[in-house]
């Protein structure tokens, strides 16, 4: 199957990515009334430790790949010059750390190659757990297993994202909204694609229910990405020409299921599936609470966007004091690693 593209489609592909950049970076799109819900948890302080600080363990496995700490740099963006930068800076500072790193939609790639560049940071990062990624709901509109191996390919990456979008595809202008069938096509990927696949949303959360059917699909992890944090109903509304869009974007501003709550109904069902939680995390602590609620790695989106966006020193920075304060947490709750972490006692829900 070849997808055919025009330069026109391709250019305003690029102009969407640009816009999300600016409106992510410069605007308020954050949810307000929603949360994470992880602020409903609280460790319990342990006042005598019994370990040495500079021993803790916050290294991690994911699909079979070695992290120093179980961060993901979450998907976000390519197709453009300044994509290009940011990606360079953030592969870069996941080879440093040890860091897992997805970069945004390629479908701008695969509309006109030229752009693969902007994506391309393999050589920067060699030995990182790299993740490629296309919209899920391309597969109903001309992508199938050659566009899929097409851009692991050109991302030498070690697993495919798939992103699930039906709200942000509602909200923007020209979106693809045509979701019918894709499970199947979905289930027929998986078997046939060379690297494992993970499903992931944008931002509005996965349910339990979807979660066991995306697992019998084949995926072989999840990335609940819930909300609580960046509102792509907001993002799209903003960028809206057409008032009936942009009043969208308002209502379902804060639409979704909290990231806490995907992680503990899907981890209740489904207690050996890879485990991705994402969605308005933005500190060390709230990652050490998704972990202790189940998740085997936390992504970050925003923060390190806006840390690229200003320096490669900001990003250092970022990155030291998020796992300082992943390391803070275990000691303080007397927790060696991330296992022991998870340790029921350690984690409380807020009455």
Same mark, same amino acid.
């Given at each position: @199957?070849?997808v055919?593209?025009s ?9 969407? %990515?640009?816009?999300h950049?600016?409106? &992510? ?9 929603t ?5 409903r ?5 342990c006042?005598?430790?019994e ?12 699909l079979?790949k070695?992290?120093? #700490?179980p961060?993901?740099?979450?998907? @976000?963006?390519?197709?453009t ?6 990606? +360079? ?8 750390y040890?860091?897992?790193m997805?970069? !945004?939609s390629?479908?701008v790639?695969?509309?006109?190659p030229?752009?693969k560049?902007t994506?391309?940071?393999?050589a ?13 709901v391309q597969l ?9 191996e ?5 991302? %030498? ?12 595809e &509602?909200?923007?202008?020209?979106g693809? +909204?045509n979701? *019918?069938?894709?499970?199947? %096509?979905?289930?027929?990927l &998986? ?7 993970i499903?992931?949303?944008?931002g ?5 229910v @979807?979660?066991?059917?995306? @697992?019998?699909?084949?995926?072989a ?19 809206a ?7 969208? !974007?308002? +209502?379902?501003?804060?639409w979704?299921?909290? +990231? #806490?709550?995907c ?6 069902i ?9 969605g308005?995390?933005r ?5 050490a609470?998704?972990?202790?609620? !189940?998740a085997?790695l936390?992504?970050l989106a925003?923060p390190?966007? %806006?840390a ?6 900001a990003l250092?920075?970022?990155a ?6 992943? #390391?803070?947490?275990l000691?303080?709750?007397g927790?060696a ?8 006692? *350690?984690?409380?829900?807020v009455?």
């Open positions: @199957m070849t055919t593209s330069p026109l489609i391709s250019r305003e592909t690029q102009i969407r %990515k640009a816009d950049l600016r409106i &992510c970076i410069d605007e308020d799109v954050q949810f307000h009334q949360t994470h819900g992880l602020d948890y609280r460790f319990t302080h006042c005598l430790p370990l040495n600080r500079d021993e803790l363990d916050l290294s991690t496995y994911f079979g070695s992290l120093a #700490a961060l993901l740099i979450s998907s @976000m963006t390519g197709g010059e300044q994509a290009r930068l940011i990606n +360079t800076r953030l592969a870069a500072i996941a080879q440093r040890g860091l897992a997805g970069v !945004g390629q479908r790639a695969v509309e006109n030229e752009l560049p994506f391309s940071v393999r920067i990062a060699p030995d990182i757990l790299l993740l490629a990624n296309l919209g899920a109903n509109y001309d992508y199938g297993l050659e566009q899929c097409r851009v692991v390919d050109w991302l %030498k990456a070690d697993a495919l994202i798939l992103h699930l979008n039906p709200l942000q &509602c909200i923007q202008s020209r693809d +909204t979701f *019918r069938g894709l499970l199947a %096509k979905i289930e027929q &998986c078997r046939r694609l060379s690297v494992p696949v499903a992931k949303e944008v509005n959360g996965v349910s339990a @979807m979660a066991q059917q995306l @697992m019998a699909a084949g995926i992890a999840v990335d609940v990405a819930g909300a609580g944090g960046t509102s792509w109903a907001k993002v799209e509304g903003q960028r020409e057409d008032p009936q869009q942009r009043r969208l !974007g308002q +209502t379902f501003a804060d979704g299921l909290p +990231t #806490a709550e992680i503990t109904t899907i981890r209740a489904a207690p050996d599936l890879p485990l991705v939680a994402s308005g995390l500190n060390g602590l709230e990652v609470k998704a972990i202790a609620l !189940g085997d936390a992504g925003w390190f966007l %806006k690229a966006d200003e320096s490669e020193a250092v920075e970022l030291e004091v998020l796992i300082a304060e992943i #390391a803070t947490t000691f303080c709750t927790a690693n991330l296992l022991e972490l998870r340790d029921a006692h *350690r984690l409380q829900r009455p």
